[in-house]
């Protein structure tokens, strides 16, 4: 078997098995560099996102609830910031750092952070996953819309493991994201209800567009995956926030 080199690697030209048509990490980067606008509206979030609004305003009230103390916070697939934002309004200020692939997206974000928080702002441009993070160390992680860019069981679960690892004790993640389901009947069914939505929302091409670029980008797992996932890694408190079609909000406490 063929060893990639750390180049190859970094240049996003290795795919895991049977994700080989999926795009690489420089296609994702590329792609967030040119959208950073769609992702910049505090009042609406992502738009193709069922209830973004409302994720947004649960997965931060969550954050403020479970931790008494919140001086570090990491905003893991940060975009424009919006999450950090959110969580400003409830317990700024406080020291955050800001990862994302794209230095666009960063570079708003740390704009927007910045104007309203007198906490230090840290930027990470990269994929989490290589990203050189101190453990035991982060009283609040956002994950949200960055996960389902993972591919295969173990993406997965050295993905959580790394996430377990840089909470600190009594410390929370908080997950937004698209979802699949377990049976075929379900995923169809909630499949087509975010097509309507979409379709709704825009068009029908729209709907097309959006439906071309999950097949071609993303590989989401089930929720009940992703909890189970949590638990495995050794969180004990998990908690499901919210669930509408083939999104979800949840997160969990580590003890």
């Not at 934002?85 to 994302?100: M, N």
């Not at 071309?212 to 408190?237: A, C, M, W």
Request: glycine content about 6%; overall charge negative.
């Amino acid at each position: 078997m063929a060893v990639a080199s750390s180049e190859e690697k970094k240049k996003g030209k290795v795919m895991k098995k049977g994700f080989e048509n999926k795009s690489t990490v420089a296609q994702i980067r590329e792609r967030f560099n040119d959208d950073v606008e769609r992702f910049s509206n505090l009042e609406t979030g992502q738009t193709s996102t069922v209830d973004a609004s409302l994720v947004m305003e649960l997965l931060t009230s969550a954050a403020a609830s479970s931790n008494n103390k919140i001086s570090h916070v990491l905003d893991i697939g940060c975009g424009a910031g919006n999450n950090t934002l959110r969580l400003l309004e409830k317990v700024g200020p406080f020291d955050c750092d800001l990862l994302d692939l794209s230095e666009a997206m960063l570079t708003r974000a740390k704009t927007r952070v910045e104007a309203v928080n007198t906490g230090r702002v840290a930027l990470y441009q990269g994929d989490f996953r290589d990203a050189d993070l101190p453990t035991d160390h982060y009283d609040v992680i956002i994950a949200a819309a960055v996960l389902h860019h993972l591919r295969d069981d173990d993406d997965w679960l050295r993905t959580f493991e790394k996430i377990y690892a840089i909470t600190a004790p009594g410390g929370s993640v908080w997950i937004s994201d698209l979802v699949s389901h377990e049976t075929e009947a379900v995923q169809g069914m909630m499949w087509q209800r975010y097509g309507d939505y979409l379709t709704g929302l825009d068009s029908e091409a729209y709907k097309t567009k959006v439906f071309d670029y999950i097949e071609k980008e993303d590989s989401p797992r089930p929720v009940t995956y992703q909890l189970d996932l949590l638990r495995k890694v050794g969180f004990e408190q998990v908690e499901l926030l919210h669930k509408n079609s083939c999104f979800a909000a949840f997160g969990a406490i580590k003890a």
